[in-house]
Each structure stands twice: as structure tokens, then as C-alpha cells.
């Protein structure tokens, strides 16, 4: 049985003070390229367990072993999946299934459940019969070393010698092979090792009573724990991703520059456009036309070209804009709403309303989507402003305020609306300070206070987005402003010339 010594592990299934290495020593075990073991009867635990990257940019989602996993860690060999790694903090593997009712699936329940079976049948024979109690302990004991890192070396010595075959072979013979003194054994390791997200799984495993039914939970559990593990891995990389992965794409990408001469047009349209003279005619410098290109991202027309080069990050870029979108119309909502009293003088309502507006936004997407639904916001505004308004026994809005309102409401589903317009550019001046800036966010601007933490995620998604991509590509966005605002200014200085040559004749002649 296994000693009390044992300490708690942290959440991510490693000992606090071994967390430093954790990341080096698990990449160490990788072996490399590995193809998929067949599976037992058991289920056991596919010793290449297998596992779903989600779905990128439209591509199918992935199956993949731990072992690639780590090798893609450790080599940064998927561009594609590093990107994503690095960009997204969310991402996380997914547990593997076999498409229901696909042959697959019923091959797999089949031939577990004769598994489980089988092995009922065998432990409740007279006298009782052992093999499969032993390959699963085996089995079992070859799942550790995937849920525990190679820093626990005494625990898993310890799982080496008690759950040694040779030894639950000899105890099988002579008859005093105790299986449910195992199952305890095995959870009170997976209960010092697990995270603390998976204590109440082992908590239910303690109070089954039918030992191959708490087998069966143990192998649930470990699967669940071998999850834990490699999103562990993924989120204890990311940084080191994060890093080699802009070097590795920026490598990638100048070997391509070499041998590509045809240019990328949408790219190079997108940077020109912002290099045009500002309104009142004053030029503009390459960094600050770069600066604008990406200010552009945040509201990305459907009638223009989406730059070639951002293309790995056009689907992530355009679901921003659509966010952006819905907190622009929220912030404009509750700006209107706020004309009436009983919501600019009770911050209660209006963050109670706010809330109620983005919950009714989420399913925008686009313009003719926030058409569709502003009557039906209205209908909630008018409903909740009224409540609220007999609460405090005051009666409900009068006829020429409510027609004010729905007025100003309706105008919202129009983006050249007033209100709306004035949102934006103060969401476009709060996200330009922002991507400016190397510290903390800016305060939200008015309007936008009760959407904040929905402000702050969206800035910094889209920031992150950004930085990245001016990492990888930033050198030669400037190679080209600079090169068309060189070739500007050459043909404004053959122009002039031109005209001065020109004039010349002219002005002998008189």
C-alpha cells in the first residue's frame, strides 16, 4: 500500500517545487514520432492516448496521440497548430470519441463491454480467475508515467513494486490475491496526483462498492487525468511557443519571400490605404499607416480583400469585429437609455439593463442580424424601464418620451446612426491608446463603463492578435509602406518638375 508520505501534487499533476523542470522532463520522455497502439479489450488506456485539437480556421479537427502533442511542443513542427496555441489562451485538447453510431464506436463498446464482462464472470467463478484482473493492473500501471511527470520518481518506483505482475501472478496462485485492495491503492495515488478539479471524481470512486465497477471509474478518472496532463503541457509551453513559434513563421516566411516575387495585392492595398494623406492633408509616416492598417482590422468590410498574408488569422479577426460590433450597439443602447432617469440615477438598473442588451446581442453577426432583433430589444427596454419605473411607484413612461426612445433605438440598426457613430469612435480611440500602450488598459471610455469586461477581453484578444502578426510580419509591412511612400514622393518631385519645365516655354514667350 502506498505511504502516507506521499504529498498533494499541484493541480496540474506535479509537485510544486518540481514545476520549474516539469516542462523540460516531459518533453525528455517524448520518443518521437509514434503511431497509434492498438487497443485492449480494457479500454485500459490506449497507451498513446488519443486526443481532438479543435477545429481551425474551418479545417476538421485533429486526433492526435500525447506523444505528438509533445513532439509538437517540443519542435514546433505544426506552424499551423503552434499559431494557435500561442494566440489562443483558451485552446485547450480536447478527450477523444469515436463518431456515434459509427463502426468505430460499436467495435469499441462491443468489445469493452465483453471486456467488463468477462472479467465480472471471472471474479465471481469459484474458484475465482485472475487473468483479466492482471492485464488490467498492468495496464493500468503503464497509464501513470502518462499522468504523473518523471520528477515523481518515488511515486512511481512505489507503482512499480506494488503493482508488479510477477508479484499478482504469485499472489493469484496461492489464492490471497485481494483486487479490491488494489482499486484502493490505485485511488488514493490518483487522489494525491490529480488536480483539484477532479477530486470530487475520486471522492465517488471511494463510495463504489462493486469492484469492477470502481475499475471502471478508474479508468474514466484516468482518462480524464491524462486530459489534464496535456493541456497542462500545452499551458505550461505556451510562452516558449509563443516565442519560437513567431521565430519559426518569420523564418518560414522570408524562405518563402524568396522564391514568391508575385506580391501579395490585398496585403499591399490594405497598407496603401492607410498611407493616403489624412483629410486635412497632412502626410503620413509608415508607422503610423501601420498603425492604422491594424486599426482597420477592427471593422473589416465584406467588399474588400482580406489581406493574403493575416489569412491564418482572417476567421479569429472577423468573429472580433463582430464582437466589436455588438458592444458598439450595446454601449449605444444603453446611451439612450440613459436619457431616462431611473436608469442614469440607478446604477443597479443600468448594469442589470446592460447585461440584458448583451444577452439579446449574442446572436449578431452582422448588420441585417441587428435589424432583425432591434424591435424585440426595444419591446425588452420599454418592459424593463417600466418595471423598474413601477417599483419606485412612479407610472410608466409617457407617450412622448417612449416614441422618443423606440425612435432612437430603431436608428441604432442603422451603423451611420448618430449615437452609434459616436460609440464607435470612442471604441476606436480607447482600443488605438490600447495597442499603444505597454502597460495595463485604459479606463473605458463613457459608455462604455458597464461593458468592461467585455471591452477589456475583446482589446486584449484583438491586441494579441495583432502584436503577434507585427512580430512575425511587422518588417516587411514597413518595407512596403516605405517603399510606396518613396515612390510617392519621387513622382510628386517628377511631377513638380514637369511642371516647372512646362512653364518655362510659357513664361519666355510672354
Known sequence: MPADSISRMDSNGSNENDKNNTSQNILGTSPGASSLRSRTDSECSDKLARFVLPSMDGSPPKVMTLDEVTNVVKNIQNMELAHEIALNPEFKLQPYEPPENSLEKRIKDCMHKAFWDLLREQLNSDPPSYDYAIQLLSEIKECFPQI????????????????????????????????????????????????????????????????????????????????????????????????????????????????????????????????????????????????????????????????????????????????????????????????????????????????????????????????????????????VINKYLQKENQSAMDSEVETMIRMQVKQIANRDAPVRQLMWKRFQTYFRLALRSKGGLPPPPPGYVDFKDELESYTTALKRVIAYNHSVFGEYFLQILTQRQNDTNNDSIRASADATTDAGPSTSQQ
Open 148 to 383: 504523473l511527470t518523471q520528477n515523481n520518481k518515488l511515486i512511481l518506483d512505489q507503482i512499480n513494486e506494488i503493482l508488479d505482475e510477477s508479484v499478482i501472478r504469485q499472489q493469484a496462485e496461492k489464492g490471497v490475491l485481494d483486487f479490491k485492495s488494489y482499486a484502493d491503492f490505485i485511488i488514493k495515488i490518483m487522489g494525491k496526483s490529480c488536480a483539484p478539479a477532479r477530486d470530487d471524481d475520486i471522492k465517488k470512486l471511494t463510495q463504489i462498492e462493486d469492484v469492477v465497477d470502481m475499475f471502471k471509474g478508474i479508468l474514466d478518472t484516468m482518462a480524464l487525468m491524462k486530459l489534464d496532463m496535456a493541456n497542462f503541457l500545452l499551458d505550461f509551453s505556451r510562452n516558449a511557443i509563443m516565442a519560437n513559434s513567431v521565430e519559426y513563421e518569420k523564418q518560414k516566411f522570408n524562405e518563402y519571400l524568396e522564391y514568391y516575387k508575385f506580391g501579395f495585392p490585398a496585403t499591399e492595398n490594405w497598407l496603401q490605404r492607410n498611407l493616403s494623406p489624412t483629410s486635412s492633408g497632412t502626410s503620413v509616416t509608415p508607422d503610423q499607416a501601420m498603425s492604422n492598417a491594424y486599426m482597420e482590422l477592427m471593422d473589416w468590410q465584406e467588399n474588400i480583400d482580406f489581406p493574403e498574408i493575416l489569412s491564418t488569422d482572417k476567421d479569429r479577426i472577423l468573429k472580433l469585429g463582430q464582437r466589436a460590433k455588438r458592444l458598439c450597439v450595446a454601449a449605444s443602447l444603453i446611451s439612450i437609455c440613459s436619457a431616462v432617469p431611473i436608469i442614469s440615477q440607478r446604477s443597479e438598473n443600468r448594469i442589470e439593463l446592460a447585461k440584458q442588451i448583451e444577452i439579446l446581442l449574442q446572436s449578431v453577426t452582422n448588420e441585417k442580424d441587428i435589424s432583425e432583433i432591434i424591435d424585440n430589444i426595444w419591446e425588452q427596454i420599454k418592459t
